[in-house]
């Protein structure tokens, strides 16, 4: 029996290696057939949230249900009881893609045996699913993903035994998860970079939207080192929040609209901050920031004289087209972005930047921001 344990763990994580290097998505009906395959769990549910909460889609072995006026799960989320206790506790610990301890919430047990029977929630699960017990597995941000393991009253509530293995199984999910998430990051991270050193920015750094910095270079560590003291920038870890990057991307008040570039200047310091968002088929949208940072003497030193955006023959600088990639880089877009955007190559836009920077007599972004604000000025 150990032995076949064992070979299920170890052929669950082997197909979870090779679907996560090319995986779009990690929790998906593959998941939920490999868990079927090796695990013999067949009523499944993966449900989504946002990270406030909000559902956005649910999935099962049949397929993907998102969001609409009319699905099944409206009627019911406001007295989805299991799913308000795994969102307060996830939000309470600060629940992220990295965590690996089991979390399990049985139903029987959030709502109590006594009151089980003729609760909101076993209608909702005999209605929608014909089932009638439940333990939940939640996952990521803010527990943004909760698969729901059912079983039928006449199969009877989880045993202690079954509470065990989903137990095992969760760490098992939660490592591949881990796994995805470090291996996707590392795409999106090295692509982030390609694009802030091709731009000429000397200092970055780049974090996603839970206070995580997952990249930087020396320049910026002296730089922050000078703003918050060498003892606040000299231990940065990945997985772990950081305790002043609130300071540095500011509250609420600060934000603007999602689509421009929000710029803040400390102690002399300029930072530019763009947004990245990964966006998936049920809905969910990990965002990433990447922050450059210049000193403003060095600005004031390396801008050369703005040229006017009309040339001397009465025409403007810029063609249409590398008008509208400078319009989209101080939107904050990457290249990639805006070569969706605009259906032409990568390098067309590379190429575009660098007829844009060679007109405009500048090496960055931050000086393209401040190029376009003067035209829009004049």
């Not at 006026?69 to 309470?92: C, K, S, T």
């Amino acid at each position: 029996m150990m032995g076949n344990e064992n070979a299920n763990q170890m052929n669950f994580f082997s197909e979870m290696s090779e679907y996560q290097i090319t995986a779009r998505e990690f929790f998906s009906t593959v998941l939920l057939d490999s868990l079927y395959r090796n695990f013999g769990f067949n009523d499944i549910l993966i449900s989504y949230f946002d990270t406030h909460g909000n559902f956005l889609s649910w999935t099962n072995r049949s397929g993907a249900l998102l969001d609409y006026e009319g699905h099944p799960y409206r009627r019911f989320m406001e007295n989805d009881v299991v799913r308000y206790r795994i969102y307060i506790e996830a939000v309470r610990d600060h629940l992220t893609y990295f965590n690996v301890e089991p979390r399990l919430y049985k139903a029987t047990d959030v709502i109590g045996e006594k009151d089980y029977e003729n609760s909101p929630y076993v209608r909702f699960l005999e209605e929608n699913f014909r089932k009638h017990y439940s333990v939940t597995l939640a996952f990521g941000i803010n527990a943004y993903i909760q698969a729901a393991f059912f079983k039928s009253r006449e199969d009877g509530d989880f045993t202690e035994q079954e509470i065990e293995e989903l137990k095992e199984i969760y760490v098992y999910v939660a490592n591949s998860y881990k796994n995805f998430k470090k291996y996707e990051q590392a795409k999106i991270i090295a692509n982030i970079q390609s694009e802030i050193i091709a731009s000429g920015e000397k200092a970055f750094l780049v974090t996603d939207d839970f206070t995580h910095v997952m990249s930087y270079n020396k320049t910026a560590q002296q730089y922050l080192a000078d703003i918050l003291g060498e003892a606040m920038v000299e231990h940065i870890d990945s997985s772990t929040p950081c305790s002043w990057l609130p300071f540095l991307l500011g509250g609420e008040e600060d934000v603007q609209a999602e689509d421009r570039v929000q710029t803040r200047v400390i102690k002399n310091y300029i930072f530019k901050i763009y947004t990245y968002d990964q966006t998936y088929s049920n809905g969910i949208i990990d965002r990433y920031h990447w922050i450059t940072i210049s000193k403003k003497k060095e600005q004031s030193a390396s801008v050369s004289p703005v040229p006017k955006s009309i040339s001397a023959n009465g025409e403007s600088l810029l063609t249409h087209a590398e008008q509208r990639v400078a319009e989209l880089m101080c939107q904050g877009l990457t290249y990639k972005a805006i070569a969706d955007e605009l259906v032409v190559s990568y390098h067309t836009v590379k190429k575009h930047v660098q007829n844009i920077y060679s007109k405009c007599g500048i090496n960055s972004r931050y000086e393209l921001y401040k190029w376009m604000e003067d035209q829009a000025q004049e």
